[in-house]
């Protein structure tokens, strides 16, 4: 049995971030479904004709301007989510009409409006959705490896450490605040450093949480040249080094100093293998042990809620947010 997929905005995550890459590539929606043996694509729907036909084209898959359209057609088993932030609530109500006791993956940010999170969740909870939001990197080995050395205690407590992101605190920033969710569980407090609005209407947003027994400093990088996101968290056992958003993550660990031997210095390095070129593939996966029963690292809508609360709650000052 294959389960039947609809994505739902044929954009970049949707569709073309990796149609130009080689085969090892799997960074899109599209190809993940398309090289999954348990899922297969059905229908694509965008309010572009453009995107409809390069990816009916591509493809060759049908693909459609509405949800009912699609609907029409056929039935799903999973809907993907994957247009621009704003239109999230509007693709969920549209399917609410149709279809219930679906499977949803939504992009991240479940939303920018706190209000609209809440009533997705309604929503869900209504129609009997399992709704899910595409924090990819929680789905990578590397993140389960890192879970499992937090849980085992190989990575000692407390903790502290820094992340740098670019591309605003709402969009970009949540991928790590999620992360860290994960890894230390509630946010006990916070102190805003410093924040800016950017053109788009996110944040560029400086700001310590701390949690149970780790500390993290959020440090926005608001240049438009480049993107960068990186974490460093170190331990009385060692120093995680995650660079690259986590193409290159390393476990440093402490051994005694080669000439001063009284002193033992970071400097023994092991790699973390990481699987970020087919991140999407990995999060199907991670939706096929959820479908079939199996411990699953997906973030739940109500861990995405979570995650964006607290975010609004740090730029609560403003109007806009």
């Given at each position: 049995?294959?389960?039947?997929?609809?994505?739902i905005?044929?954009?970049?995550?949707?569709?073309?971030?990796?149609k130009?890459?080689?085969?090892?590539f799997i960074l899109?929606?599209?190809?993940?479904i398309?090289?999954h043996?348990k899922?297969v694509?059905i229908?694509?729907i965008?309010?572009s004709?453009k995107?409809?036909?390069n990816?009916s084209?591509?493809?060759g898959?049908s693909?459609?301007?509405?949800?009912?359209?699609a609907i029409?057609k056929?039935?799903?088993d999973?809907?993907?989510?994957?247009?621009?932030?704003?239109n999230h609530l509007?693709?969920?109500?549209?399917?609410?009409?149709y279809?219930?006791?679906k499977?949803?993956?939504c992009e991240?940010?479940?939303?920018?409006?706190?209000d609209?999170a809440?009533?997705m969740?309604?929503i869900?909870?209504?129609?009997?959705?399992?709704?899910?939001v595409n924090y990819m990197?929680?789905?990578d080995?590397?993140?389960?490896?890192?879970?499992?050395?937090i849980?085992?205690?190989?990575?000692q407590?407390?903790?502290?450490g820094t992340?740098?992101?670019?591309?605003?605190?709402f969009?970009?920033?949540s991928h790590?605040l999620?992360?860290?969710?994960?890894f230390?569980?509630k946010i006990?407090?916070?102190?805003?450093?410093?924040?800016?609005?950017k053109?788009?209407?996110?944040?560029?947003?400086d700001?310590?949480l701390s949690?149970?027994?780790?500390?993290?400093?959020?440090?926005?990088?608001?240049?438009?040249?480049?993107s960068?996101?990186?974490?460093n968290i170190?331990?009385a056992s060692g120093?995680l080094?995650?660079?690259?958003?986590g193409?290159d993550?390393n476990w440093?660990?402490?051994?005694?100093?080669d000439?001063?031997q009284?002193?033992?210095?970071?400097?023994?390095?092991?790699?973390?293998?990481?699987?970020?070129d087919?991140?999407?593939f990995?999060v199907?996966?991670q939706?096929?042990?959820?479908?079939?029963?199996?411990p699953?690292?997906?973030c739940?809508?109500?861990e995405?809620?979570e995650?964006?609360?607290?975010?609004?709650?740090i730029?609560k000052e403003s109007k806009n947010?």
């Amino acid at each position: 049995m294959k389960y039947k997929v609809c994505i739902i905005g044929l954009g970049d995550i949707g569709f073309a971030y990796d149609k130009n890459l080689p085969d090892k590539f799997i960074l899109s929606h599209s190809r993940a479904i398309i090289r999954h043996n348990k899922f297969v694509l059905i229908s694509g729907i965008d309010s572009s004709s453009k995107k409809r036909k390069n990816f009916s084209d591509f493809y060759g898959i049908s693909s459609y301007s509405s949800i009912k359209e699609a609907i029409d057609k056929d039935s799903f088993d999973v809907f993907i989510i994957s247009t621009s932030t704003k239109n999230h609530l509007q693709c969920l109500k549209e399917i609410a009409k149709y279809q219930k006791n679906k499977i949803i993956l939504c992009e991240k940010p479940l939303s920018f409006s706190l209000d609209d999170a809440d009533e997705m969740l309604k929503i869900s909870n209504k129609n009997n959705f399992n709704l899910f939001v595409n924090y990819m990197r929680r789905s990578d080995p590397s993140t389960l490896s890192i879970k499992k050395m937090i849980t085992t205690l190989d990575m000692q407590f407390p903790v502290k450490g820094t992340v740098f992101y670019s591309g605003g605190f709402f969009n970009n920033g949540s991928h790590f605040l999620n992360l860290l969710q994960m890894f230390f569980g509630k946010i006990k407090s916070y102190n805003l450093i410093k924040k800016k609005k950017k053109l788009n209407g996110d944040f560029d947003v400086d700001v310590l949480l701390s949690f149970n027994k780790a500390e993290m400093i959020f440090i926005s990088i608001p240049y438009n040249k480049y993107s960068h996101y990186s974490m460093n968290i170190f331990s009385a056992s060692g120093r995680l080094i995650y660079e690259e958003g986590g193409e290159d993550i390393n476990w440093v660990s402490p051994r005694n100093d080669d000439i001063f031997q009284k002193y033992s210095s970071l400097n023994f390095y092991k790699r973390i293998d990481n699987d970020m070129d087919k991140y999407q593939f990995n999060v199907l996966n991670q939706l096929y042990f959820f479908m079939n029963n199996k411990p699953y690292s997906l973030c739940t809508g109500k861990e995405a809620y979570e995650t964006i609360k607290i975010m609004h709650e740090i730029c609560k000052e403003s109007k806009n947010v």
